[in-house]
Every structure is written in structure tokens, then in C-alpha cells.
């Protein structure tokens, strides 16, 4: 059953205030005004050792008015849902606007990036759409979550060398109403979730240690905890045998290994060294105090050598289950999904409207979020993804083909320049691969490499059964910083002769 738009969001004077706001915006001479009101729910529950051990629910609402009047951006917003207030925030914001003009640099100066011109968007009239989930988590009683979370908990704790069990889930329902003076108005709802289960034990030469689930955070309701769309059974059922034998395992021999990386480990990869870095406000160097720039710069679209032939890479607004997914962005651009890196080649950028513009681009594909509505919309990640081969080989099989080696799996620690350029990655679990099988774990793991001659190593990416949509509940951009949801799906992958090196032996341990 495709889930409803929350009625007591629809209930509210989403026309009648976005009228007030945007009337009174073209009457101060705003060249675009746009409109939105949000209400975004939050909510998250802790358990330490199957009790609970803490919880929060809260709820943000609010409208936000942003114009472009004389050439300046101009942005504004309120707390109370009146009309008075809408029309008080428009006048804010084209005071705001006046007051960048003034400020503005002269056409020509160093750094100065002239009067805000937006690439074109059609009008889309009004629409709504509703992220597919069958369960909102909101509806489901604390109690509920409390049991399952418990009773997980409750049988690892029961397993050998298990000390403690830390869960967790988050969820977040996201009403978002937007119109702007060209005419476009829609009506959004998105829901996410984020389960996450994670083991303590200690024994053996490793010591203490710590293992995760692998699932992701997903797009998806209630139902991804009982079985839709993730085994928990399996998974949580390895855990602990995985863990033990993690604190018996020997530590890494630094050197030159290939590395077939699981897609629970390459997500994050990919989204510090492909998504961040294909981001067109840091590419221009708008984008620099935090985070950093990109060394992939406009100059190289269409020629800057990203990686192997393997490598294909899409921004997609429109993955199923995706947390980036949305059918129209902060702008009222349509969702869209393109390339970003074809045939290894960079072949296109993550824009807004003011960026596309800015590019030379008649339309925007649909990057342009806020955080909640007390912020400005920014440029923000897609779901940011790698293509598996349509007739690729399985893990196994890529395993299959590595005579030394390390299978790498689940994310944990990185480090990226400012550049994007030069990085360092840990994972979870490390299994040795010798003649084509694994040969049991291995600890203190990193791989480290620049990102061109890490994805100029990509000999061969996994068929579509290894394919996995990973990604991150948050992930923080700008000043003042904001949160975003984004999923990264990609296929195991073989990497030939990357650098690894031994953490231990770097931390001097």
C-alpha cells in the first residue's frame, strides 16, 4: 500500500502562507522568491546490554522565505505559521538581499562571482510525492521497539566472549511543503531509518574490540527491522563468532595487496572521494573552510582521468529506497539521475540552480537541499553510486581471481585532504586472501591511496547480486554546518596493488 501524505501537515495553510510570503516578496521587487515549510520529526532510542538507556523525540517546524532581489540572495525564516509572519519573513529576506547588494564585490573583481543568475526549471505545477515505506516508525509503540531491540541485544549477550551489546535506531519523517514564484508547488514526504546493533568483547592478543551490523540506513519504514529488505537473523546469528576470531587474528604485514572491497566498506569511499568531490561548489572552491575544495576542477570535465574503464559513477535522485531520493529538491527541480564519472572519465558535477548557472548549464539536476527549515538551501549530495558490470562476477568470484590479498568489509575510520585527493580508509573485518580463498582475519588494517590511482586500480566491479545500497544518516556540509541523509550503492569491487598499511604499527603501538 503506497503511504498517505500526513494529513495533519496537510491540514495546515500551506497555500494561504506561501501566497502572503511570495505576494509580498514580488512586491518588494524579489526577482524569485521561493516558499517552504517543514516539519521534521527526529526520534531515537538507546539500549545499552538490552535496557534501555536513553530516547529523544522531537519535532522542528517552521517556513523559511529566500528571494533573489537585485542580483543578491536574500533568506529569512520564522517559527510562527501565520500569514503576518510569512509576509514579515519576505520582507527579511529582501532586506537580507539589499544588504548582500551592497556588499556585492565589483563586476570583475577578484573572487567576486557577479549578480545570482538560476538556470531554468520548468514549472511543475503541484505535486506531491511520498517516499515508499510500508510502516512509519512514528506509529510504531516505544514498547515495540523496545522488545525487539532487547530481545536482539539479550541473545548476543548470551553468546560466548560477548561483554556488551550497545543498540540503537533512529528515524526521521520529513514533511516538507514548497512553492515559488514560477509557479511550481509541492507537497513531500520522505521517511528514513537507521538500525544499528554493535558487540563488545575482549580476549586474546587484540584486546578489546567492537563489531557492528553492516545494515544501512534506509530509506524505508518499520519494516526493514522484521525483515524487509535486510536478514538480521543471519547477520546478527555471525556476530559473535566473527568477533572472537577477530581478537585472535594476527596483525597485518604492511605492503602492496589487491583488495576486493565489499560494498558495506567502498560506500564510504566513494562517497568522500567521488561524492564530495564531484560536488560543484567545492570543484568552483566555494565550498573550502569546510571540508575542503576538489582537486576534480571544471577544467578537467569531460577529460580528467578518474579512474579505470570499470569505473562508472551516477548521481540518482531517484534510487529506490534511497535516502537522497526525493521527487523535487529545494529549488523545485525535478528529480533526475545522470553521470558523474563514465568510462572513468569525470563527466559531470552535483549542482544547484546558482551552480548550473554558473557552469553555463540551462538546468540544475536537483542538488539543492536545507537541513530543516531554519536553514538556507545549499548544494547538497545525490545518492551518489557505483554501477555494477550487468554480467559481473559474484564475490566469490572476484576473490576467486586475487592469489594475495584483503577482503575488506564495513566501514570504520577515514581520513581525506582538502583536495580529496589524497585518502586513508579502515573497515570493520579483514580477511587474508591466499590463491583465491580467504585464509581467516587479519587486524590493524588501513588502505591508503590518492583517489586517482586508488579508482585507476578498479580492475573489476561485481555483478548486480553484489550490489548493496549503503550510505550515511548524516552527513555534515557548510557554515553554519548542516546535516543531510545520502545512499551510495555499488557492487563488490577489485582494486589491484593498493598501498595497506599496519595501523598499529603507525600509531606506535
Not at 511543475?124 to 512514528?138: I, Q
Not at 542538488?367 to 547538497?380: N, T
Not at 587474508?432 to 580492475?459: C, K, M, N, P
Amino acid at each position: 500500500m503506497c503511504p498517505a501524505l500526513d494529513e495533519t501537515f496537510t491540514s495546515l495553510p500551506l497555500r494561504s502562507l506561501a501566497d502572503a510570503a511570495l505576494s509580498r516578496a514580488t512586491a518588494l521587487g524579489a526577482a524569485h522568491a521561493d516558499f517552504r515549510l517543514e516539519r521534521v520529526r527526529t526520534a531515537s532510542l538507546e539500549l545499552r546490554d538490552a535496557r534501555t538507556a536513553g530516547a529523544a523525540d522531537t519535532t522542528t517546524s517552521g517556513l523559511a522565505v529566500r528571494v533573489v532581489h537585485d542580483g543578491s540572495w536574500g533568506f529569512a525564516s520564522a517559527a510562527d505559521l501565520t500569514r503576518e509572519e510569512a509576509a514579515a519573513t519576505a520582507e527579511r529576506a529582501v532586506e537580507m538581499a539589499r544588504l548582500a547588494a551592497s556588499a556585492r564585490a565589483p563586476e570583475g573583481a577578484y573572487g567576486a562571482h557577479g549578480r545570482v543568475e538560476l538556470a531554468g526549471e520548468p514549472s511543475h505545477g503541484e505535486r506531491e510525492w511520498v517516499s515508499s515505506y510500508e510502516r512509519d516508525p512514528f506509529e510504531v509503540p516505544d514498547t515495540e521497539k523496545v522488545d525487539l531491540l532487547a530481545r536482539r541485544s539479550r541473545a548476543l549477550l548470551s553468546a560466548a566472549g560477548v561483554a556488551h551489546v550497545d543498540a540503537g535506531v533512529s528515524s526521521v519523517r520529513e514533511c516538507k511543503f514548497y512553492a515559488d514564484t514560477a509557479g511550481t508547488v509541492t507537497t513531500q514526504q520522505r521517511v528514513r531509518i537507521q538500525p544499528r546493533l554493535a558487540v563488545v568483547a575482549q580476549e586474546g592478543p587484540g584486546g578489546l574490540d567492537t563489531m557492528r551490523t553492516l545494515a544501512p540506513p534506509t530509506a524505508r519504514g518499520w519494516e526493514y527491522l522484521t525483515g524487509t529488505g535486510w536478514d538480521w537473523a543471519g547477520e546478527l546469528e555471525r556476530m559473535p563468532e566473527l568477533l572472537a576470531e577477530k581478537l585472535r587474528a594476527p596483525s597485518v604485514e604492511p605492503g602492496s595487496y589487491d583488495l576486493v572491497v565489499d560494498p558495506s566498506n567502498l560506500w564510504l569511499t566513494i562517497h568522500e572521494s567521488v561524492g564530495h568531490a564531484t560536488e560543484l561548489d567545492r570543484a568552483f572552491g566555494f565550498e573550502a573552510a569546510y571540508a575542503g575544495t576538489s582537486f576534480a576542477t571544471p577544467d578537467g570535465l569531460g577529460s580528467l582521468r578518474y579512474g579505470s574503464p570499470a569505473m562508472r559513477i551516477t548521481g540518482d535522485r531517484t534510487a529506490p529506497h534511497g535516502l537522497a531520493t526525493t521527487g523535487y529538491d529545494d529549488e523545485g527541480v525535478a528529480a533526475q539521475s545522470w553521470d558523474l564519472v563514465r568510462e572513468g572519465v569525470l563527466a559531470g558535477y552535483q549542482l544547484d540552480r546558482r551552480t548550473a548557472a554558473l557552469a553555463g548549464l540551462p538546468r540544475s539536476n536537483g542538488c539543492a537541499f536545507a537541513q530543516s527549515p531554519a536553514h538556507v538551501p545549499m548544494q547538497r549530495m545525490a545518492n551518489v553510486s557505483l554501477a555494477p558490470a550487468p554480467e559481473g562476477p559474484s564475490t566469490e568470484e572476484l576473490i576467486g581471481g586475487v592469489e594475495r590479498g584483503i577482503y575488506v568489509v564495513g566501514d570504520r575510520s577515514w581520513s581525506i585532504d582538502q583536495q580529496r585527493f589524497n585518502f586513508q580508509f579502515t573497515g570493520q573485518r579483514f580477511f587474508r586472501i591466499a590463491h583465491g580463498r580467504l585464509a581467516g582475519q587479519l587486524r590493524d588494517v588501513a588502505y591508503q591511496a590518492t583517489t586517482t590511482d586508488f579508482w585507476g586500480s578498479l580492475e573489476a566491479v561485481g555483478g548486480p547480486g553484489t550490489y548493496v545500497q549503503g550510505g550515511s544518516f548524516v552527513c555534515g556540509k557548510g557554515q553554519p554546518g548542516q546535516a543531510a541523509p545520502v545512499s551510495h550503492g555499488c557492487p563488490s569491487a577489485l582494486f589491484r596493488r593498493v598501498n595497506v598499511l599496519n595501523t598499529a604499527q603507525e600509531a606506535g603501538r
